[in-house]
């Protein structure tokens, strides 16, 4: 079963560059990405704050503010139908049915004057056509699904009324109501206590091998990365800078940036040894001053010449496994 699923692609992203026009001129939040995603996989993205990650997202549901945000080019393409030239009816009919979405901080996307139940049952009567009793019931049973216990009494509660993973798997509910084909987490473990965290991610895990669903996992946390995903994509200033099987990546890193991402994760040696662990020396620049070249030269510890004057296109240094990183285009 999970074979067949691999071999059916439920996204492809080509080309994607969303751009915010502001009064300080254009920001390239996201600039030529390409990455797709099969039936029952995990495709993991990475990278600092800043770096497009979330926008990404928001394009492939359509939910960035327009003005002043467009796609200004490339296609996203769910199983068979282009998205970007779909109109608003035509897109409302996927979001939250086709493909859900887990917003970042659960507090702020859940409305708080509505109990949670009422807010599970919306998307379930909009895009399901159940009865007002068939959404209850769907919501209660998709309460339980999560792991909330006594899902009856929850269902009338309020957010405030909840704690922070209980409000994330109302959240997590919600996204997987109407049992959607990609599953889009962003951040779904920020700010959550490390068993909360674990707990989430098995439930993410049981919920795929038990739907199918392909899912989207945004985070800047590698190690959440490394015990979910089969794939990862390593984002900087809105470009894919590495791509691959998450074992290659970890096992033998090729963009400077991964290495200082994988360089910053507390490890075993690293703590008996009390080491400092490696920092990425810099900020993410500014999307209105980008720098010349390679955007990540101005903080890489093996910038060369070149690295300054030309924009590096995606090497494959080993099958299957890109980066776009001079050291290997030479």
């Known amino acids: 079963m999970d074979e067949i699923l691999q071999q059916l692609l439920f996204l492809k992203v080509e080309g994607l560059k969303t751009y915010f026009d502001t009064e300080q001129g254009v920001v390239k939040a996201v600039d030529g990405v390409d990455f797709e995603i099969s039936g029952g996989e995990t495709l993991g993205v990475v990278g600092e704050s800043g770096c497009g990650k979330s926008v990404t997202a928001l394009s492939i549901m359509?939910?960035?503010?327009?003005?002043?945000?467009?796609?200004?080019?490339?296609?996203?393409w769910f199983k068979d139908r282009e998205l970007t030239g779909l109109n608003k009816k035509e897109m409302r009919a996927i979001r939250g049915c086709q493909i859900g979405m887990i917003f970042q901080e659960p507090m702020t996307s859940l409305n708080p004057v509505y109990s949670v139940g009422d807010q599970i049952m919306?998307?379930?009567?909009?895009?399901?056509?159940?009865?007002k009793s068939g959404a209850k019931d769907r919501a209660i049973q998709m309460l339980g699904e999560v792991g909330i216990a006594s899902p009856e009494r929850r269902f009338h509660e309020y957010p405030h009324q909840m704690s922070g993973g209980m409000r994330q798997r109302v959240m997590i509910a919600m996204a997987l109501s109407c049992n959607p084909s990609l599953l889009i987490a962003d951040e779904p473990?920020?700010?959550l206590y490390v068993t909360i965290q674990a707990q989430i991610l098995e439930l993410m895990n049981e919920l795929k091998r038990k739907f199918g669903?392909?899912?989207m996992f945004i985070t800047h946390d590698l190690g959440v990365i490394a015990e979910t995903a089969r794939r990862v994509i390593v984002m900087y200033a809105g470009k894919i800078v590495e791509q691959?099987?998450?074992?290659?990546?970890?096992?033998n890193p090729c963009?400077?940036?991964?290495?200082?991402l994988l360089g910053s994760i507390p490890s075993d040696r690293a703590i008996r040894e009390k080491s400092r662990?490696?920092?990425?020396?810099?900020?993410?620049?500014?999307?209105?001053?980008?720098?010349?070249?390679?955007?990540?030269?101005?903080?890489?510890p093996k910038k060369m010449e070149i690295c300054g004057q030309k924009t590096p296109?995606?090497?494959?240094?080993?099958?299957?496994?890109?980066?776009?990183?001079?050291?290997?285009?030479?």
Not at 122 to 131: D, G, P, W
Not at 255 to 260: D, E, R
Request: one cysteine or more; hydrophobic letters at 35%.
């Open 213 to 215: 669903t392909a899912i």
């Open 244 to 251: 691959g099987k998450v074992e290659n990546l970890f096992e």
């Open 313 to 330: 296109v995606l090497f494959e240094p080993q099958p299957g496994h890109r980066v776009a990183c001079w050291l290997f285009g030479r």
């Open 62 to 76: 359509r939910l960035f503010p327009s003005p002043p945000g467009r796609i200004a080019g490339g296609k996203i």
């Open 255 to 260: 963009h400077p940036y991964t290495q200082g």
């Open 189 to 191: 473990t920020t700010a």
């Open 122 to 131: 919306e998307a379930v009567r909009l895009h399901q056509n159940l009865s």
């Open 277 to 300: 662990l490696t920092e990425i020396k810099g900020m993410v620049p500014s999307l209105l001053d980008l720098p010349g070249g390679c955007l990540f030269h101005p903080r890489c």
